[in-house]
């Protein structure tokens, strides 16, 4: 009996570190997420004062919106999906902005969801925010689509975007970019064995395509 208390408090404590050491990581990786989310719609907003003012200032009223969503939805582990939802549709008007006429957005988001669910904040953004930092060009047209819905509890998004090459020399278009490697990392961390991901960016069709399924239950 001694034996089998001591193994139960050493398997309590144990379960108690692997969830503060997850907490610690979603925090770290959340962390990552939002400047770079920023560094990146800062830019677009710095370029857009050089050619439209009223512009510039619609996209900051818009951005403050988004870091109102930042500021007070990522500090809670789950936020509620038509939110989620809500900042997407924001992020994406606030794209429109700054990209021009060659550039096709194809967006089909489902209005009404069977039943309101939660969601982790700022899961899916990255996703949609890559079509918009890789998949856009000002010499050739190019098309983003973004297709949201939800059937029997499962979150389904699809986005598909051209991959256009960049000719840029700065860090950032270098760099790999952090936000998908660490919305995976996310989705490991958060929904285990309750979603699925694929990524298809070798295709005749030189396109980059994310299916993710998300079991919401």
């Given at each position: 009996?001694?034996?089998?208390?001591?193994?139960?408090?050493?398997?309590?404590?144990?379960?108690?570190?692997?969830?503060?050491?997850?907490?610690?990581?979603?925090?770290?990786?959340?962390?990552?997420?939002?400047?770079?989310?920023?560094?990146?719609?800062?830019?677009?907003?710095?370029?857009?004062?050089?050619?439209?003012?009223?512009?510039?200032?619609?996209?900051?009223?818009?951005?403050?919106?988004?870091?109102?969503?930042?500021?007070?939805?990522?500090?809670?582990?789950q936020t509620?999906?038509?939110?989620e939802i809500?900042?997407?549709?924001?992020?994406?008007?606030?794209?429109?902005?700054?990209?021009s006429e060659?550039?096709?957005?194809?967006?089909?988001?489902?209005?009404?969801?069977?039943?309101?669910?939660?969601?982790?904040?700022?899961?899916?953004?990255?996703?949609?925010?890559?079509?918009?930092?890789?998949?856009?060009?000002?010499?050739?047209?190019?098309?983003?689509?973004?297709?949201?819905?939800?059937?029997?509890?499962?979150?389904?998004?699809?986005?598909?975007?051209?991959?256009?090459?960049?000719?840029?020399?700065?860090?950032?278009?270098?760099?790999?970019?952090?936000?998908?490697?660490?919305?995976?990392?996310?989705?490991?961390?958060?929904?285990?064995?309750?979603?699925?991901?694929?990524?298809?960016?070798?295709?005749?069709?030189?396109?980059?395509?994310?299916?993710?399924?998300?079991?919401?239950?």
């Amino acid at each position: 009996m001694a034996a089998v208390k001591k193994w139960q408090a050493d398997e309590f404590l144990r379960q108690q570190l692997d969830q503060q050491r997850i907490k610690s990581e979603l925090s770290y990786l959340k962390a990552q997420i939002n400047p770079h989310f920023f560094f990146n719609t800062l830019n677009n907003i710095y370029s857009l004062t050089n050619i439209d003012v009223e512009r510039a200032q619609t996209a900051l009223h818009k951005l403050s919106r988004l870091m109102r969503y930042v500021l007070y939805e990522t500090e809670k582990g789950q936020t509620l999906l038509s939110r989620e939802i809500d900042f997407i549709k924001d992020y994406i008007e606030l794209m429109k902005l700054r990209i021009s006429e060659k550039v096709k957005i194809n967006l089909d988001i489902q209005e009404q969801m069977e039943e309101e669910k939660c969601i982790a904040p700022m899961i899916l953004l990255p996703f949609i925010e890559n079509c918009f930092k890789h998949g856009i060009s000002s010499q050739q047209q190019s098309v983003i689509t973004v297709k949201l819905s939800e059937k029997d509890q499962v979150l389904h998004l699809y986005t598909c975007n051209n991959i256009i090459s960049s000719y840029s020399n700065s860090p950032e278009s270098q760099a790999k970019g952090i936000g998908l490697t660490n919305t995976k990392r996310r989705l490991s961390l958060l929904y285990a064995q309750r979603f699925q991901l694929e990524i298809d960016d070798q295709n005749p069709e030189n396109e980059y395509r994310v299916n993710l399924k998300i079991h919401l239950a």
